[in-house]
């Protein structure tokens, strides 16, 4: 008998863990609970505003090489697009004031030493501090190695943070913050240019990889919802679909990438995440003004970062637990209000959409940090993967794809 792999999920860490998989010669099983795959990274055809948009906008910046290598084997690197070289444009909603933050390319950052690079208002020892998230332990929040304050940290470590995190600074692991500056800001601007999916998700991250599998004899079940593991002794031996049931053979093996609630109902004793963070994204549709840039950082404002796409402007709102209950006209308006601020818009509201995502990613503190499995279990053929998973990185595509990455690694051995 061939061996199968089963992977439980079509969301980017069971994608990637497929195409891994089917890469390697391995006939490979997909089985999602949803009509669609992508999860959490996602586009779909939105009735109000009578276009594809994503489920969130998502930014992936160039330091994230799982990332660029998944999607150089999907066939879509292309598909991601930024400026030739790091450069970010901020705007202070308090003051007025607009910047843009340019990092040089190599890891000297000597652009902290140029002026015409770095925040106005700062000079070059202000950003020293933010080194020392690297050596954080694990049980240190990010107030207790970094003051919470001043220009660099109100304008360039909150947003930046509050982003990679989705969970409010102060709070928020420093060892994960300290992860994510050493592969990014720490590793020179080369590896910080923004990078988002213009034509949409779907198109970079998931479609694609979709084509692959099926080239690869790959099959994908949509509308699969595993109930239930088999387990006897050190192994699994069935998957429970409820209406149908897979056994696994001697060589067969499971990788579950499903989220953490998922996972820990399906897994005895799993120890994972409990508490989640929510993201707000809003959409509008309107042609940009020719002159707004591709992405900008808002600071101090509802807003957080804005998105020109096209024939949209989408908004990020980060860790917006509070803004769930608002009503969505209110919220819809308030957002445009700010959003006509930044791009110098006179025009009234034009078609909008509010997604909120009650549980978009876990939250990044400590003590969630410290309940994310490895990727191996006490059964031989099944491994875990996910963006909740331990890979030493906030939940992110780039922690999910590693995660599947890992995942097909530990079991195909
Ligand atoms: C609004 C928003 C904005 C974001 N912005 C960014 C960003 O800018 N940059 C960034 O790097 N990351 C961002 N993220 C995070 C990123 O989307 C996630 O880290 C990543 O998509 C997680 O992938 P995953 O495969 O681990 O999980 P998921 O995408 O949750 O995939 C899990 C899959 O399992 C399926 N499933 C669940 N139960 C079952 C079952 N019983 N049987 C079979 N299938 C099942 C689900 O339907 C889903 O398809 C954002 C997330 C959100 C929600």
């Known amino acids: 008998m061939p061996r199968t ?25 997909v089985h999602e609970a949803a009509p669609h795959a992508g999860g959490r990274c996602r586009s779909y055809y939105d009735q109000t505003l009578g276009m594809v948009i994503d489920n969130g906008n998502h930014l992936v910046l160039s330091g994230n090489r799982a990332t660029l290598d998944y999607l150089r084997t999907i066939g879509s690197a292309d598909r991601l697009v930024g400026p030739p070289t790091a450069a970010v444009d901020f705007v202070d909603l308090a003051t007025g004031q607009r910047w843009t933050l340019r990092p040089n390319d190599g890891r000297l950052p000597w652009w902290i030493f140029d002026a015409g690079r770095r925040i106005p208002g700062t000079v070059s020892f202000d950003y020293l501090p933010a080194a020392r998230l690297m050596w954080a332990s694990a049980s240190q929040r990010i107030d207790a190695v ?21 969970t409010e600074p102060p709070a928020a692991s420093a060892a994960l913050a300290g992860a994510v500056i050493r592969e990014t800001l720490a590793a020179g601007g080369a590896a910080c240019r923004p990078l988002i999916a ?23 079940c949509f509308g699969h919802r595993l109930r239930a593991v088999g387990i006897e002794g050190d192994r699994i031996e069935s998957l429970d679909f409820g209406e149908d049931s897979v ?31 929510a993201i707000v994204n809003a959409h509008f549709r309107l042609a940009p003004p020719a002159d707004l840039p591709p992405l900008i950082g808002v600071v101090n404002g509802t807003v957080e970062w804005i998105f020109s796409f096209p024939d949209r402007i989408s908004v990020t709102i ?74 030493g990185l906030p939940a992110t595509i780039e922690g999910a794809i590693r995660s599947g990455n890992l995942a097909a690694e530990t079991i195909a051995v």
């Open 247 to 277: 056994p696994l053979g001697p060589q067969d093996a499971a990788v579950l990438a499903v989220p953490p609630p998922v996972a820990a109902a399906l897994v005895p004793e799993l120890s994972a995440p409990t508490e989640f963070r």
């Open 198 to 220: 213009r034509d949409g998700l779907g198109a970079a991250l998931i479609d694609p990889a979709l084509r692959v599998l099926e080239r690869q004899h790959g099959t994908i």
């Open 5 to 29: 792999f089963h992977v439980i999920g079509a969301g980017l860490a069971g994608l990637s863990a497929a195409v891994r998989l089917a890469g390697a010669g391995y006939a490979v099983t």
């Open 146 to 166: 970094l003051s919470c304050r001043g220009r660099v940290y109100e304008r360039l470590l909150h947003p930046f943070l509050l982003a990679a995190l989705n």
């Open 318 to 391: 980060s860790g917006a637990d509070r803004l769930l209950d608002a009503p969505r006209e209110e919220l819809a308006g308030l957002i445009w209000r700010e959003v006509s601020q930044v791009a110098k818009l006179a025009e009234p509201m034009p078609p909008w959409q509010i997604v909120r995502e009650r549980r978009a990613t876990f939250a990044a503190t400590p003590e969630q940090d410290a309940r994310r499995p490895g990727p191996r279990t006490p059964w031989k053929n099944l491994a875990l993967a996910g963006d909740w998973t331990a890979t």
